[in-house]
């Protein structure tokens, strides 16, 4: 139950956001959760519903956009197959993850300011 | 103000902010990282699911080492210290950072749990961390490796339903292998999952109990402590500790 941090981490960072640009409103939040970064997005959903009363976040909105996770081999490229062992069949080195595949980011957030 | 006609009224702008939501936890495990580089402390993050044997295992870490590195460990834990009482036992100073309701350590916790503790004069400092294959593998505390313990009675799927915590292993010490006799578990089809969601695979079988593979785990962490050792002092990794500190004292 990690997720309840994660909301705190964010709006948090909102906050501070907000503030360095006046905002009087924040309306609503992006953020990109990874398919493999470890956080299930409904219960973040739920934990930030929960937890926005009372915070810069209270009427944002959060948008929630889900980033799959592909492995492909480090030196040639070649995509491995979920499920499959994480080594390149050709090159024996091992598989990288694709870009925000494990990652949990903000990427924009909608104020009103004066 | 609005630009279209300068009534005084608000506007509503995009901020793209595109950074991580544990930015501020990095930040904090970046520092942590820097302070056992330039101590030359080999710093190991311990994860695994409750009853793992993570603090068995340290047990014989202690034990089969024969006092040739100076140890120390947090340990984290909801409710009680015993974990941190039985590695003092072992000849492992130590230190709990109860964490409440709190399912996983993060930077900060660690980071205030070197205050007071002697952990500069160590060469290998554990950060055992709360039991849980779940949460601990999302945050980074500035360890230079992640560790996860897997007992064989945890069933052969584990890897393959907890990737995330895999993912982030650079070892796996699969324990409490002495059961093995008494269980229905092929430990290949462990070793196969776990080919399956570590990218760098990398795996021992392990006994607390019997000792067994307890040799390949001193070594790795000898080969570990040598990379360290060659690093250590300020001018190797650039950092010459006079940073803003942040908390006013020193530890």
């Known amino acids: 139950m990690h997720e309840y941090s994660l909301v705190q981490s964010l709006v948090t960072r909102v906050e501070s956001l907000a503030l360095a640009r006046k905002a009087t409103v924040v309306h609503r939040l992006v953020v990109s959760v990874g398919e493999l970064a470890g956080l299930d997005p409904e219960l973040f959903q739920t934990a930030y519903d929960t937890f926005r009363a009372g915070t810069i976040c209270e009427r944002a909105e959060m948008e929630l956009r889900r980033v799959p996770a592909r492995w492909a081999c480090s030196g040639c490229g070649r995509e491995i197959p979920k499920g499959e062992v994480l080594t390149c069949p050709d090159c024996g080195l091992p598989a990288r993850l694709s870009a925000g595949g494990d990652e949990i980011l903000l990427e924009t957030v909608e104020m009103e300011v004066p | 103000m609005c ?81 941190a009482r039985r590695l003092e036992k072992a000849g492992i100073p130590s230190r709990t950072i109860t964490t409440g309701q709190g399912c ?60 995330v915590m895999f993912k982030g292993a650079d070892l796996v010490l699969l324990t409490k292998c002495d059961l093995l006799p008494h269980l229905e578990v092929e430990v290949s089809k462990i070793l196969d999952g776990l080919r399956r969601v570590m990218p760098r695979f990398e795996a021992i079988q392990i006994s607390a109990k019997t000792g067994q593979g307890l040799d390949a785990w001193i070594g790795w962490l000898e080969a570990r402590r040598a990379k360290v050792a060659r690093g250590t002092g300020a001018a190797a990794h650039g950092h010459s500790h006079e940073h803003p500190h942040g908390h006013g004292h020193e530890h």
């Open chain 2, 104 to 163: 996983h350590l993060d930077a900060e916790l660690v980071h205030n749990a070197l205050h007071g503790f002697a952990w500069k004069d160590l060469d290998l400092f554990f950060i055992e961390n709360v039991g849980n294959l779940v949460c601990p593998a999302i945050y980074d505390l500035g360890q230079a490796a992640n560790v996860v313990a897997l007992s064989v009675t945890e069933g052969e799927d584990k890897p393959q339903k907890y990737p």
């Open chain 2, 3 to 83: 630009t279209t006609c300068g009534c005084g009224d608000t506007s509503l702008v995009p901020v793209d902010v595109h950074e991580k939501i544990l930015a501020g936890n990095d930040r904090v495990a970046r520092h942590n990282r820097e302070h056992f580089a330039e101590a030359g402390v080999l710093a190991l993050n311990l994860m695994g699911s409750p009853g793992a044997g993570k603090t068995a295992l340290l047990e014989a870490t202690a034990r089969a080492s024969g006092g040739r590195w100076r140890l120390g460990a947090v340990s984290g834990d909801l409710a009680t210290d015993n974990d």
